[in-house]
């Protein structure tokens, strides 16, 4: 099984509402990634889980708050969101040892009004 | 100076062509190459990595390195309209995938 999954695969929410992103993999690997992707540009790397602890946080607001319950679930927590945060949010997961090869889900195309 | 540089396009080509894409980096010391194909609203898709200077050959696919001139390209050959999606070098750099900007690439029926 090389799939990545991610759930929903849309999303609205207001600026007051609290969400979550979610993600899954069962390819065994124990690294995994948040990444936000805006309109014809390259995604941009947010935080970076391995063997479930936070190993990289790029900076982001604490408006959006991951965890990693286990060494298959991703989530991400949406809260206190702006429109500008609008955007793809793509999950990745790839070996610890072989992070230069991350395998992507579809995202979850996430609106914020 | 970005660390990579690629054509954003959009690259136009009739079916059946000869496709080249290519991207330049600034960091001597990147070692691995990666080429992924992203669809309309989907997410990236792991195409071909390649840790070294040469080329590497997949199908219809050769991803090449010259690490001397620090410079990647993507050759697609016999180019199919199921080949229309943006290619995106990665390459990996400061614990992360570096990405370049993407080449929107349209193969014409």
Redesign the interface.
Known sequence: DTE?T?TPKHLVMGMTNKKSLKCEQHMGHRAMYWYKQKA????E?MF?YSYEKLS?NESVPSRFSPECPNSSLLNLHLHALQPEDSA?Y?CASSQVAR?????????T?LLVL | QKEVEQDPGPLSVPEGAIVSLNCTYSNSAFQYFMWYRQYSRKGPELLMYTYSSGNKEDGRFTAQVDKSSKYISLFIRDSQPSDSATYLCAIWGAQKLVFGQGTRLTINP
Do not use: A
């Open positions: 990545v991610q014809k540009k390259p995604p790397l970076v990289i793809l793509l992070k230069e090869t991350q395998y992507f889900g579809p995202g195309r």
